[in-house]
């Protein structure tokens, strides 16, 4: 749950980026989010999750 709840604050702080709307405390959040351990656990479980599934893609398309 509270690993959710960060990466929906990054998501967050992420869309309002985009729409030119942000606060002073904005990037510090960020920033200190971003440098969480947790938060940097999940990018890594999903870019393996990423990788793996590229990997079956490019497996059934050739074998």
């Known amino acids: 749950v509270i690993g959710n709840n960060l990466l929906e604050?990054?998501?967050f702080l992420?869309?309002?980026k985009?729409?030119?709307?942000?606060?002073r405390l904005d990037n510090?959040?960020?920033q200190?989010?971003?440098k969480s351990e947790l938060v940097e656990?999940?990018?890594k479980l999903v870019?393996?999750?990423e990788n793996e599934q590229?990997?079956?893609?490019?497996?059934k398309k050739f074998f």
């Open 47 to 49: 870019k393996e999750y």
């Open 41 to 43: 656990n999940i990018n």
């Open 32 to 34: 200190i989010l971003e």
């Open 14 to 16: 992420e869309s309002r």
């Open 54 to 59: 590229s990997n079956k893609g490019f497996f």
């Open 9 to 11: 604050t990054l998501a």
């Open 18 to 23: 985009k729409e030119y709307i942000v606060f």
């Open 28 to 30: 510090e959040i960020t």
